[in-house]
């Protein structure tokens, strides 16, 4: 018990440690390189779409964000998006016609050109199905972490897990995640 609680003593120091070093530029990348403001993307990616009795389903989409970075740590971003195929699995098949959501986005800059991230907003997302409750519009807490690297001249790439929503049809839970690769441009 006592070392259980003297490792968790050890790891909250050492990670408020970190945290303190990083907002006062200590050995991390403080961010001192700056160059936010307005910026516009576009990305393509995967809804895993799991259904309790059903296999996992994965239809792709395309997105595009706009965005206003306030300071090396904060931006706030829209997101608006739609399915580019549908998936099935057995004689199940699920579409996704509208993805959108608007986001609070964290930034943790790591180094000039690296920074880590964390979303948190409403998402949305719209399903067809082909088996009943064919069709919802579900919309909810949406959360999810990423990264992306600085490149040349404002251009920035990015990775990124969310979960979107999570819901119930005729009885079955099921869970809408995302995952997206893509860019955005500083203007």
């Known amino acids: 018990m006592r070392r259980t609680i003297a490792s968790l003593g050890f790891g909250l120091t050492g990670m408020l440690s970190t945290v303190a070093m990083a907002a006062n530029g200590y050995g991390y990348y ?98 067809h199905r082909n088996y009943p409750d064919y069709s919802t519009s579900d919309v909810g807490l949406s959360l999810g972490v990423g990264g992306e690297f600085t490149l040349y001249g404002g251009l920035k790439l990015h990775a990124e897990w969310a979960r979107l929503d999570s819901g119930n049809n005729e009885g079955y839970d099921y869970t809408v995640d995302q995952v997206l690769v893509g860019f955005s441009w500083s203007l």
């Open 30 to 127: 403080s961010g001192a390189d700056y160059d936010g403001g307005f910026y516009i993307g576009a990305s393509a990616g995967e809804i895993f779409y799991k259904e309790q009795g059903l296999g996992t389903m994965v239809p792709s989409v395309a997105m595009l964000q706009i965005g206003e970075q306030f300071n090396p740590y904060l931006a706030v971003e829209g997101r608006l998006g739609a399915g580019v195929t549908g998936d099935q699995y057995g004689f199940y098949h699920v579409d996704v016609p509208v993805v959108y959501g608007g986001y609070a986005k964290g930034i943790l800059p790591l180094s000039p050109w690296f920074s880590g991230y964390a979303i948190a907003g409403v998402g949305g997302v719209q399903l």
